[in-house]
């Protein structure tokens, strides 16, 4: 069975980074695609068999304005994290026609259901409040590129969370990236970045690295998951946030 990660562009105007971990839990894809024809061949060898893949993208948008109410309760828990999540409706040209994230997963043939039994399934997740969790941060990691961050910051947090992720091998529920040649060629890259171009480029295959996780994770432990929001409505999956951390 395999874990796949899709950081996929809401519009497909922009890069969706692709990753794909094993069923021990080894690091077997990271990369990034264009439009859907490219996602779907880069996924394809994953999503044959039993399949579980994980989208940082809507999979299920049917308010017409505002947020769907899985965005609500999330944010509820880990805004104070700055991990609140993008609302999503169908007044949003990227939603007029339905998410890009379902239409992937229909013509993959996936179970859009959070809580269905079938062996070939998708499911929606957030790495930033995954990250929170995984890592016990205290606010999410500036990595993306926004107004007043510098390269240099830029650099250093992409760095830590690439840092978080190899620390995941040692795990409860392992992950296993570190020697995986494209995963290395990432490193470097982000080491060696002098743009934010540069770095803009390796944050999407970083991120659907956590997204495969997340989708490891959930079935490995589904106890320790939590599902925002319905599917009716829409939701969100991620690992749980403890008790003492949600603030209540």
């Known amino acids: 069975?395999?874990?796949?990660?899709?950081?996929?562009?809401?519009?497909?105007?922009?890069?969706?980074?692709?990753?794909?971990?094993?069923?021990?839990?080894?690091?077997?894809?990271?990369?990034?695609?264009?439009?859907?024809?490219?996602?779907?061949?880069?996924?394809?060898p994953y999503v044959r068999g039993d399949c579980l893949v994980a989208f940082d993208a809507p999979l299920v948008v049917t308010n017409p304005t505002g947020q769907r109410p899985a965005e609500a309760a999330l944010n509820r828990d880990f805004r104070r994290f700055e991990a609140g999540a993008h609302p999503a409706n169908t007044t949003k040209p990227e939603f007029a026609q339905g998410p890009r994230a379902a239409r992937l997963a229909r013509t993959m043939g996936l179970d859009m259901d959070p809580r269905s039994p079938a062996s070939r399934r998708a499911i929606e997740v957030y790495p930033h409040p995954a990250t929170v969790v995984l890592f016990?941060?205290?606010?999410?990691?500036k990595y993306k590129a926004k107004p007043g961050r510098g390269v240099e910051q830029l650099k250093s947090e992409l760095l830590v969370l690439m840092d978080g992720i190899e620390k995941l091998a040692d795990a409860a529920v392992p992950l296993h990236v570190a020697g995986h040649e494209d995963w290395v060629r990432l490193r470097m890259r982000v080491s060696r970045a002098q743009r934010k171009s540069e770095l803009r480029s390796v944050e999407d295959p970083?991120?659907?690295?956590?997204?495969?996780?997340?989708?490891?994770?959930?079935?490995?432990?589904?106890?320790?998951?939590?599902?925002?929001?319905?599917?009716?409505?829409g939701y969100i999956v991620t690992p749980s946030l403890p008790a003492e951390r949600t603030g209540r």
């Not at 016990?136 to 990691?141: G, K, N, S, V, Y």
């Not at 989708?215 to 939590?226: F, I, M, N, S």
């Open 1 to 44: 069975m395999y874990f796949a990660g899709v950081d996929l562009a809401w519009a497909g105007r922009n890069p969706t980074g692709i990753a794909a971990v094993d069923g021990g839990g080894r690091l077997v894809h990271v990369g990034a695609a264009g439009d859907d024809a490219a996602v779907l061949a880069a996924l394809s």
């Open 206 to 233: 970083v991120d659907a690295v956590v997204c495969a996780y997340v989708a490891l994770y959930a079935q490995r432990r589904p106890t320790d998951v939590t599902i925002y929001g319905d599917f009716a409505t």
């Open 136 to 141: 016990r941060l205290a606010r999410t990691l």
